[in-house]
């Protein structure tokens, strides 16, 4: 069983920066793509950023410029940075994590998600 825990979320101001994190446990192989997601009130969860295991990296067109997506392979994490956040990135963050748990085995873990609120 793989368990992803999710930190860093809370209530900032229109421009400040926040820092998400999302570390991965338990039976695991290798980790393969990391990402980012979020879902507002009332809308579809939304691919925000991602990351494969060889550093390249993806943004949605909303955030890119402000968030940074990077992962730290030895301690099975990713992370998000945001600057310049504004009030619609408001909304809960979750994190994906696709996971070897055998050499052949892959699976997608989501963490609980972390909400982001951006309001004066």
């Known amino acids: 069983q793989v368990q992803l825990v999710e930190s860093g979320g809370g209530l900032v101001q229109p421009g400040g920066s926040l820092r998400l994190s999302c570390a991965a446990s338990?039976?695991?192989?290798?980790?393969?793509?990391m990402g980012w997601y979020r879902q507002a009130s009332g809308k579809q969860r939304e691919l925000v950023a991602t990351?494969?295991?060889?550093?390249?990296?993806n943004y949605a067109d909303s955030v890119k410029g402000r968030f940074t997506i990077s992962r730290d392979n030895a301690k099975n994490a990713v992370f998000l940075r945001m600057n310049s956040l504004k009030p619609e990135d408001t909304a809960v963050y979750y994190c994906?994590?696709?996971?070897?748990?055998?050499?052949?085995?892959?699976?997608?873990?989501w963490g609980q998600g972390t909400q982001v609120t951006v309001s004066p």
């Open positions: 994906n994590q696709l996971v070897f748990i055998t050499p052949s085995a892959l699976r997608s873990y």
């Open positions: 338990g039976s695991i192989f290798s980790i393969n793509d």
């Open positions: 990351i494969t295991s060889a550093g390249v990296t």
